[in-house]
């Protein structure tokens, strides 16, 4: 994952981009757990409350679901609707 802290993209948003972009390209593959909220902010110094932000903006989008008391996994489909998005 790669964050433009200058950039005028919201940082929640690049989360949500990078997350998408791996799904996309199979980083993250289709019923796969994705990196923890803690993991992300601690591996790249972000407010947890941010990564989060970028999460649920997925979560809404049906790309990834969370599974309570296991974290978040990518949805089966998701590939594909990344690939119709774009």
Do not use: C, H, W
Request: aromatic content about 8%.
């Amino acid at each position: 994952m790669n964050f433009n802290f200058d950039s005028d993209i919201a940082l929640y948003q690049q989360v949500s981009e990078e997350i998408s972009e791996g799904i996309f390209n199979g980083s993250y593959a289709e019923g796969t757990q994705i990196p923890s909220t803690t993991e992300i902010s601690k591996n790249y110094k972000i407010n947890p409350a941010t990564i989060l932000k970028g999460m649920n903006q997925l979560v809404e989008e049906k790309l990834i679901e969370k599974k309570r008391g296991l974290g978040m996994f990518v949805t089966i489909g998701a590939q594909q609707k990344v690939l119709n998005q774009r």
